[in-house]
């Protein structure tokens, strides 16, 4: 979706807004679960 919103960027910027703002809340996501998992079953942060 974003490579196909980028012929078109001039005309309607919110196809390539809310496919990257979903990415880059997905990625975020992701990462921050991946932490609270290690804080959570890690033993030597204890």
């Not at 196909?4 to 309607?12: D, F, K, L």
């Not at 990462?31 to 959570?40: F, I, Q, T, Y």
């Amino acid at each position: 979706m974003i490579s196909e919103a980028e012929n078109y960027i001039r005309v309607s910027l919110f196809l390539l807004f809310f496919p990257a703002a979903f990415l880059v809340t997905a990625v975020l996501s992701f990462v921050m679960l991946g932490e609270a998992v290690r804080e959570a079953l890690d033993p030597k942060l204890r």
